[in-house]
């Protein structure tokens, strides 16, 4: 049975007192009978509650218990409001700070970013006319050819051979005032 000391003297002390179970109660009695280290422990522990046994009782006050029963119960922290709030600034503020961050790094994968960015720069507002064409007018044209759509019974062709906006005819119609055309 390979124990440390301490966990050793732990269980050598229940066993004692009794309040092991029975199959471990006989594992420390087995122990005790092979191994002289645990039997010189057994011998120290018992001799030492003998010598405690003979000791007067000494009666103290009911401010020294009260006193060791604070000093046991150990110091109550006492955090500031300020800190605490720096604490969950800290805690808040990291992920936060993380998210932003990568939104800016790769503004493409974030619409609200991308869309921002190209507003204040004019110049690529442009490229971005594909990706939100209802923005530009088109939901317009959408609707009345989605309206086209749900009149027509057979519909086999596409939306362009249905008598809507050719490709070329809805990238005239949405070009921007610059004269940019989106690229394809």
């Known amino acids: 049975m390979a124990i440390s000391k301490f966990f050793c003297q732990n269980l050598l002390s229940d066993y004692v007192e009794k309040l092991l179970p029975a199959a471990r109660q ?3 009695k087995q122990c005790l009978e092979q191994y002289p280290e645990c039997r010189e422990m057994y011998q ?7 010598l405690l046994e003979g000791l007067p009782v000494r009666d103290i006050s009911n401010d020294v218990a009260v006193r060791i029963m604070e000093a046991s119960e150990g110091a109550r922290s006492r955090k500031s409001w300020s800190a605490r709030a720096a604490q969950v600034a800290v805690f808040a503020g990291v992920p936060l700070a993380v998210l932003i ?3 800016f790094l790769y503004p493409k994968s974030v619409p609200v970013v991308s869309r921002m960015l190209a507003s204040a720069n ?3 507002s442009g490229n971005f006319l594909r990706y939100y064409p209802l923005y530009h ?3 317009d044209i959408l609707d009345a050819q989605g309206a086209v759509i749900e009149q027509a019974e057979n519909f086999s062709g596409s939306v362009w051979e249905e008598g809507g906006l050719s490709a070329e005819e809805f990238e005239r119609t949405f070009q ?3 004269g940019n055309v989106p690229e394809k």
Do not use: C, P, Y
Not at 44 to 50: A, H, I, M, N, Q
């Open 122 to 124: 004019s110049g690529e």
């Open 176 to 178: 921007l005032q610059g």
């Open 26 to 28: 006989s594992e420390v």
């Open 101 to 103: 961050g990568v939104s």
């Open 44 to 50: 120290d522990l018992v001799s030492t509650l003998r």
């Open 137 to 139: 007018g088109a939901a």
